[in-house]
């Protein structure tokens, strides 16, 4: 995913797991957190329906290291629902507070610059022939 640098899963237990990531993402320090997400999934008309969401969960994870700030406040969510044969409509969510001291405009647009990358980087995932096999 776009400007992550790590990304562990320490804990996976039903229908949740808890994950830390490490951001490194232009013009700004490194950013880490621990989330807990949980995913549901449910059968629909036209196929299944997929939602995680997550908060953070920072007491769980690995200890803050020095020079990386940590945030505090990381919550959202994607909805993927099936929106016609071979087609998924996908919605993402995020309430987050990045730290720190940035101007907003730099997170505003830092903010809309990562999730276009966000969703060009799922549809090129979605294209790897290694995953194929999961539909």
Known sequence: ??????????KREGDSMLAYQRISAP?????????????????VAGGTSYVSRWETANALGPAEKP?????????????LEPS????????????????GVIPAFIKNTGSQV???????????????PKYSAAK
């Open 27 to 43: 013009l700004i320090s490194d950013r880490d957190y621990t989330l807990r997400v949980r995913t549901v999934e449910k059968k």
């Open 67 to 79: 020079g990386v700030v940590r945030v505090k406040l990381c919550e959202g969510g994607w909805a």
């Open 114 to 128: 990562g999730i276009r990358k966000l969703f060009a980087a799922i549809r090129r995932q979605i294209l790897d």
């Open 84 to 99: 016609g044969p071979n087609t998924t409509h996908a919605t993402y969510t995020i309430y987050t507070d990045s730290g």
């Open 1 to 10: 995913m776009p400007y992550t640098v790590e990304c562990r899963i320490l």
